[in-house]
Structure formats: C-alpha cells, structure tokens
C-alpha cells in the first residue's frame, strides 16, 4: 500500500512541472530575474577566479592559461 502512494504522489510531482510555452511567453522567461545566478558580474569573477587556479578552462567557452590573462 505504501509503494502505491508513494508511485502515485511522484507521478503527481513530476506530471505538475510539464508546461508548453508558447512563443509569445518565451520573452518572458528570457528576462535577467530568471537566470540561475542573479549578478552575472559575480558570476563571472567567480569562474575568472577558478580557471586562473585550475590553469584550465572549458564548458563557458574562451581559453586562457593559468596566469589568469586571456
């Protein structure tokens, strides 16, 4: 009896977040206050910082070495 309710509660959870976006909605999850980090400029410092240390860079494209100069 358990298993059921819980089946049934997950499939509930994940059957919620499926949504079409229409193009005309598409704008408004461009906006900056969507985005995974909300100060890109920190954002970016961050990731100078740790290519600069790990003397590599990939996954955000640009190269550079790791004297931290591009």
Same mark, same amino acid.
């Given at each position: &009896?358990?298993? +059921?309710?819980? /089946? @049934? @509660?997950?499939?509930? $959870? !994940?059957?919620?977040?499926? /949504?079409? $976006?229409?193009?005309?909605?598409?704008?408004?999850? /461009? !906006?900056?206050? &969507?985005? !995974?980090?909300?100060?890109? !400029?920190?954002?970016?410092?961050?990731?100078?910082?740790?290519? +600069?240390?790990? +003397?590599?860079?990939?996954?955000? =494209?640009? =190269? =550079? =070495?790791?004297?931290?100069?591009?």
């Amino acid at each position: &009896m358990k298993t +059921s309710r819980a /089946a @049934i @509660i997950l499939l509930a $959870v !994940l059957t919620t977040a499926c /949504a079409e $976006v229409l193009p005309r909605q598409r704008g408004n999850l /461009a !906006l900056p206050q &969507m985005g !995974l980090t909300t100060d890109g !400029l920190e954002f970016e410092l961050r990731q100078h910082a740790f290519f +600069s240390k790990e +003397s590599a860079a990939g996954g955000y =494209g640009g =190269g =550079g =070495g790791g004297c931290g100069c591009n």
